[in-house]
């Protein structure tokens, strides 16, 4: 989703600015994403909420980015086993820098994954049904086409075991209606940029879920503007 507009390179650190108003900094591989770095404590609270820190399981997380956030999260959830996931092959191997770098032994190597193929070709068929205990999504379904939606929810409710949980971060409109304005800006801009983006409604969302075996359980206000939905599988 990231497209290049410049790229200078001082010895190992890069300063890439990618997308609109978007820095990327990364050394020796392991890139550092902004909006990442300033959102992954308050989303690390929200997982804390509502799962076990002393429990072993395993979750998924669709979209990884740079890693900074599984990285994060396999720190404080040292019981449950990580599995990241990109389709960015600089992502993939920044992912890979920060569990070297970290040392993490619960989060698995990460792998290319495409959620508009049929689940069952994830992880080269390596994922079993009803196996996870959650999934983590952050910003990617208004930075992409709805079909990518479909997918996440469609993999979701095969993969998470009854009882499972999906936390599903970024901005979202409810019940039709999107503020603040900041937010109806930032969904113009993602139209004109590609006419198969934008923010996402609630509902829309909340309707993929229960075509899944799913239902939104809540709804947690975050900074910026941006929310986590959290839905449980049945």
């Not at 820095?23 to 308050?42: Q, S, T, Y």
């Not at 999906?166 to 409109?173: C, D, E, S, T, V």
């Not at 996402?200 to 939104?216: G, I, K, T």
């Amino acid at each position: 989703m990231h497209i290049a507009l410049f790229n200078k390179t001082v010895h190992h650190l890069t300063v890439v600015l990618k997308q609109k108003n978007t820095i990327c900094i990364h050394l020796d591989n392991m890139l550092k994403f902004p909006a990442a770095e300033r959102n992954k404590e308050v989303v690390l609270n929200v997982l804390k909420d509502h799962l076990p820190t002393d429990k072993a399981g395993r979750a998924l997380e669709v979209a990884s980015g740079s890693g900074t956030h599984v990285a994060l999260f396999a720190q404080h959830f040292p019981k449950i086993i990580w599995q990241p996931s990109e389709i960015d092959q600089q992502c993939l191997q920044s992912i890979s820098a920060y569990k070297e770098h970290y040392g993490l032994q619960n989060v698995e190597e990460p792998f290319t994954l495409d959620v508009t193929t049929p689940v069952e070709s994830w992880k080269d068929g390596n994922l079993q049904s009803a196996s996870l205990d959650a999934v983590v999504n952050m910003n990617m379904i208004h930075i992409s086409p709805w079909d990518t939606a479909v997918g996440l929810f469609r993999g979701c409710g095969t993969l998470l075991k009854s009882g499972g949980l999906l936390f599903l971060y970024g901005p979202f409109a409810v019940h039709g209606t999107l503020t603040p304005e900041s937010n109806v800006s930032f969904d113009a801009s993602l139209r004109q940029r590609d006419s198969r983006w934008g923010v996402r409604d609630v509902d829309d969302v909340e309707h993929l879920a229960e075509q899944n075996n799913m239902s939104l359980i809540k709804t947690v206000d975050m900074p910026a503007n941006n929310k986590t939905l959290i839905f449980k599988k049945s």
